[in-house]
């Protein structure tokens, strides 16, 4: 059997310029956050779903000599910069300023969030169970692929079967909450004691009705 991954759509990664008119409202902040601290502040909250490692690595936290030790630094440095009082106030900026102006940045992140929470596999199945091609999966439900696969099979590689690594929900539920925490501005101690299931309602309470995702066999 052999094994072929695709790639999916990937997203524009913004010249530093950009990210500091975006994020104007950071500038007062003391002690005023570095350049790699207000890349992460950003890619934290908007580009790497709360994940400070990867963050961390995109800001530029690694090593000039030991490229196998990049994930390490940026590990540590992720875990350095949340402790820092001005990095801790630049993310609940960050993630204020998405719910109240209703950005199309906070639009895409928590509708994104929301998919891969709470999609419905038959929206990526044809009605025999195997898995549609991308092009007849809807634009907006292809954040939910991880990644995507053609598996050979058979003596010769001759059956050719597509198959996608779709979202882990409870994974997608943990980020909602952490997004959540962080637009509340709720302390670590606060918002542990939110249940995990109590998620869906919260965000319901924000957004003032349930989005369901729709069966889509087409």
Known sequence: MR?????????????????????????????????KQRLFCYYYVITCEYNQTQAAFLAGYKSRSDPENDMNIARVSGYDNLQKPA????????SKNCIKNHSQIEKTLFDMLWKRANYDVNIFKNSDGTFKPLDDIPRDWRCVIDHSEIKYYGRNAEVEVLIHKLADRDKAIDKLDKYIKWSQGASDNQSDNIPQKEQINIYNILYGKTRKPKNNTN
């Open 3 to 35: 094994t072929k991954k695709t790639k999916t759509d990937t997203k524009k990664k913004l010249k530093y310029s950009e990210i500091v008119k975006i994020t104007k409202y950071l500038d007062d902040i003391k002690p005023p956050l570095t350049k």
């Open 87 to 94: 990095v801790k106030e630049a993310v609940a900026r960050i």
